[in-house]
């Protein structure tokens, strides 16, 4: 059973040395999962950042308004979203894919815990 802090760093490290080292094909699919992810989130950000700007936008009219165009206009903005992360309109995935990448070197280097 563990009982301290130290029992329980060393199982943590015990695990780390034992665990194989990662081939060039799974650093490749851990690349490509984590440029989805920083992608994904830029069309995230992309898209609360479009819905909080037409927020007060008036849509009442002859055809506008109702609970229709608001699924409609939230449906139009993720699919901006997804648009303007794939052509990286404002660098955001750049600087997430950086992090991310800076943060899974620390942790095959053993500075943080996964």
């Known amino acids: 059973m563990l009982n301290t802090i130290s029992d329980i760093s060393a199982l943590y490290a015990n ?3 034992a665990a194989p080292k990662s081939s060039a094909l ?15 989130f830029e069309a995230f950000f992309m898209t609360k950042m ?9 849509t009442d009219g002859i055809f506008g308004g109702g609970h229709a165009e608001k699924i409609y206009r939230s449906m139009l903005f993720n699919e901006y979203g997804k648009e303007m992360a794939k052509v990286g309109s404002i660098g955001v995935k750049q600087n997430i894919l950086d992090a991310i990448i800076k943060m899974q070197e620390m942790e095959t280097n053993g500075y943080i815990q996964g």
């Open 15 to 17: 695990n780390i040395n």
């Open 26 to 40: 799974t650093k490749s699919k851990d690349l490509a999962k984590a440029e989805k992810a920083a992608e994904d």
């Open 50 to 58: 479009m819905e909080s700007m037409f927020e007060g936008v008036s």
